[in-house]
């Protein structure tokens, strides 16, 4: 069976917000001797332009109505475009009514979701949400044998070739049927969640989710993956909201990686630095300044540093910038950076610097979503954050102020290292982190590991840990996990409490002499 033959346009309807190359699509469809339909804005338009246009009034002999929200929704318009016209009873029908058809409809909605980013009141949101726009688009993808339909001005360039060359083709008109339905999906998703927002309900009945794709990675996690990065539309800062400044483009692994390190940091108000390897910290502190922070940051695992993703919750200064980029850095990530400092990372060309203009709020509202099999889980962002007032000192010696600054900082850091989580700092830098054991014993003992080899490094012979800190992201289960903490020269405990065995654990700190808080907040990450 031969291919339906390439489509003709013989009358046209744009009805468009966005009049990005409506000119150049209106010229390319009058010298094919197609007939203009349009309303509003779009007319006056094409009118100023010269170019012959019939209102969709004149044609359905049929007014605007009530402030132009009844215009199209009209027998005259939507029978032009579903009539099939290989239906010998639809043409018959068609006839009789007087309806003619339309081959071409291209139309993009109201600006519902840049009218909500700008903060409007809720009846301009609400005027904003388009009826008969989405009632054309999927009319017409779904009569895509016979009408092409565009929602996107990117679409009208290669469409104009096609009818220059005869006529567009039934797999071209079906591809544009499917972004179609994509576009009004996604643009019912985004009022769905806004219903859903001024209700507070964050997790509602019927969870919507849309993205636009804004890049086709070159794979996934692994190279046999395929992958690609989409934006939500949301304006947390971050890796979607980032202007990349140099450097090669990003994969999948950074972008996760970076998106990681980015909100670790911004869980802190003076100079930090987080640095990041396979989506868990290596290295964290804070300083009076930057430079002074990536020292600290780096000396707690400087091999697992190589080739990470560095974050900062400042501008990046270049006495900093040309630290970072004495080793091998795959990201930088900050909401700024000065122009030295930008001229010493071009000298590295395939580092990637992005600056986000503005950090995350750590206390903001949100969602997580991770999809499982036949389904996916939702969650609201972990927005917890403990004080020194949320604290209950469980042992016998409470901590010394110091202490409890370091402890407060710890738990921070463990909130975005991967469950089961064991941080040991000091002087507001981490020197020691076990993350994602299935025993937290065994988180314990790697991170002291691991600060036993960061110390030969810097000629030392005991392990960083000693006179340190200690943060767990949920409760020890036994008293083995603080006796291997106890062991490593720590001074001082943070965790959740909460477990059966509390007392056992409380009364192995007490014979240590150190001080321990239950925070009654835990922070698993998975």
């Known amino acids: 069976m031969s291919a339906p ?27 094919q001797g197609a007939e203009i339909l349009s309303t509003g804005g779009s007319a006056k338009a094409l009118k100023n332009a010269g170019l012959p246009v019939t209102e969709v009034s004149e044609h359905t002999g049929f007014p605007e109505i009530l402030d132009g929200r009844v215009k199209t929704l009209v027998p005259q318009i939507h029978g032009g475009i579903l009539g099939r016209r290989d239906l010998p009873a639809h043409v018959e029908q068609m006839n009789a009514h007087g309806i003619a058809p339309i081959d071409l409809v291209a139309v993009n909605l109201y600006p519902f979701e840049a009218t909500v980013a700008s903060g409007a009141a809720d009846d301009d949101c609400i005027e904003n949400i388009d009826i008969g726009g989405p009632a054309l688009i999927r009319a017409a993808a779904k009569n895509h044998n016979h009408v092409v339909v565009l929602t ?3 679409q009208y360039a290669p469409v104009i070739e096609a009818m220059n060359s005869g006529g567009t083709t039934l797999e071209t008109r079906r591809l544009l049927a499917g972004a179609a339905y994509a576009r009004t999906a996604s643009y019912d998703a985004a009022i769905a969640n806004w219903f859903a927002q001024r209700r507070d309900d964050l ?24 992958a690609a990065f989409y934006y939500n539309g949301s304006k947390r800062p971050g890796v979607a909201t980032a202007r990349q ?21 911004a869980e ?9 390897k396979h989506a868990n910290p290596c290295g964290v502190a804070t300083a009076s300044d930057f430079s002074s922070a990536w020292d600290q940051a780096l000396r707690c695992d400087p091999v697992s540093a190589f080739g990470g993703i560095v974050a900062l919750n400042g501008t990046l200064d270049e006495e900093t910038a040309i630290k970072i980029a004495s080793i091998f850095t795959e990201v930088i990530v900050a909401p700024d950076a000065t122009h030295a400092a930008r001229e010493i990372l071009a000298r590295k060309k395939n580092l990637r610097l992005l600056l986000t203009g503005a950090l995350p709020d750590p206390g903001e509202a949100g969602v997580i979503v991770r999809s499982v099999a036949g389904g996916f889980l939702a969650q609201t962002r972990d927005n917890g954050r403990i004080t020194e007032d949320d604290l209950r000192v469980a042992t016998q010696r409470a901590p010394t102020s110091e202490e409890m600054q370091e ?9 975005h290292v991967k469950s089961n989580a064991i941080v040991y700092a000091k002087n507001h830098a981490t020197v020691g982190i076990g993350a994602g054991q299935m025993s937290r014993v065994d988180s314990a003992r790697i991170a002291v590991s691991k600060s036993l080899e960061a110390a030969k490094l810097l000629g030392q012979n005991e392990p960083l840990t000693k006179g340190s800190v200690v943060a767990s992201d949920a409760f020890f289960p036994f008293a083995d996990g603080l006796e291997t903490i106890v062991a490593a020269g720590a001074t001082a405990v943070i965790q959740p409490g909460g477990s059966i065995r509390d007392k056992e654990v409380i009364a192995a700190a007490d014979a240590a002499g150190i001080a321990m808080v239950f ?8």
């Open 268 to 276: 802190f108000s003076t100079p930090a630095v987080v640095v990041v």
């Open 203 to 226: 997790l509602p009945d019927r969870f919507t989710l849309a993205g636009e794709r804004h890049e086709i990675l070159r794979y996934g996690e692994n190279p046999h993956q395929k």
């Open 152 to 154: 996107d001005p990117a």
């Open 245 to 265: 400044i140099q450097g090669k483009a990003l994969s999948y692994n950074n972008l996760n990686d970076t998106d990681a390190a980015f909100e670790a940091v």
């Open 5 to 31: 033959a390439p489509l003709p346009v013989k009358r046209a309807l744009l009805s468009v917000s966005d009049k990005t190359g409506l000119l150049e699509l209106a010229r390319a469809l009058v010298a």
């Open 519 to 526: 925070t009654g907040m835990r922070h698993f990450r998975h």
């Open 407 to 415: 402890l407060i900082f710890a738990f921070r850091v463990a909130k």
